[in-house]
């Protein structure tokens, strides 16, 4: 099983809303990711979790936190976002094996299409 | 700065010519290559790898694709696309910089003619 689950599939916010994208995967892999990726572009990194720890933060504006609760989990949450941050939110996930990952491949769940208005 | 580039966006073919799309990275240390696929209305998915070893590398549904150091080069190959490879084809490096990032190329998006 190569499946990552995302949750919601369509989600429209207002600038002043507060919200949450879910991704969850449960092939055992402890290092999980966030992408942004925009029409006819390619996915952009935002977060990597290893081991449940932030790793790398790509310089995203504070207004998406990201938290991994536990290893199967990874959350996004959305607050006060402007109509530029409408995109398609990817979640990825990999082994993280010890030694940094190297050799991980990274498993895509299908997205979630943000539109904020 | 390290960079992936995709020379072409967009790649008309009838069925049954051949297919070659070019990758280029700019990154002097060690790395890892991918490319993904994604068709319409679904999530991206790996259609082959490059670690180390033998350079070129064999995918799913037909597809290698040739590591060359010297040139910095990981471009995919398919001797005879069918109408079902219309997709957009995304080539991505592998780096270590701090923590393992991936960056993406700009992708290329292939039409396949019936």
């Known amino acids: 099983d190569t499946e990552v689950t995302q949750t919601p599939k369509h989600l429209v916010m207002g600038m002043t809303n507060k919200k949450s994208l879910k991704c969850e995967q449960h092939m055992g892999h402890r290092a999980m990711y966030w992408y942004k990726q925009k029409a006819k572009k390619p996915p952009e990194l935002m977060f990597v979790?290893?081991?449940?720890?932030?790793?790398i933060n790509e310089s995203v504006p504070s207004r998406f936190s990201p938290e991994c609760p536990n290893s199967s989990l990874l959350n996004l949450h959305l607050h006060a976002l402007q109509p530029e941050d409408s995109a398609l939110y990817l979640c990825?996930?990999?082994?993280?094996?010890?030694?940094?990952?190297?050799?991980?491949?990274?498993?895509f769940g299908p997205g979630t299409r943000l539109t904020v208005l | 700065a390290q960079s992936v580039s995709q020379h072409n966006h967009h790649v008309i073919l009838s069925e049954a010519a051949s297919l070659e799309l070019g990758c280029n990275y700019s990154?002097?240390?060690?790395?890892?290559l991918f490319w993904y696929v994604q068709y319409p209305g679904q999530h991206l998915q790996l259609l082959l790898k490059?670690?180390?070893?033998?350079?070129l590398v064999k995918g799913i549904k037909g597809f290698e694709a040739e590591f060359i150091k010297s040139k910095f080069s990981f471009n995919l190959r398919k001797p005879s696309v069918q109408w079902s490879d219309t997709a957009e084809y995304f080539c991505?490096?592998?780096?270590?910089?701090?923590?393992?990032?991936?960056?993406f190329g700009a992708g290329t998006r292939l039409f396949v003619k019936a």
């Open positions: 990825a996930s990999s082994q993280g094996t010890s030694g940094g990952g190297s050799t991980d491949t990274q498993y």
């Open positions: 990154y002097g240390g060690t790395v890892n």
């Open positions: 991505a490096v592998k780096i270590r910089t701090g923590g393992f990032k991936t960056i």
């Open positions: 979790y290893s081991y449940e720890k932030l790793s």
């Open positions: 490059y670690f180390s070893g033998d350079p």
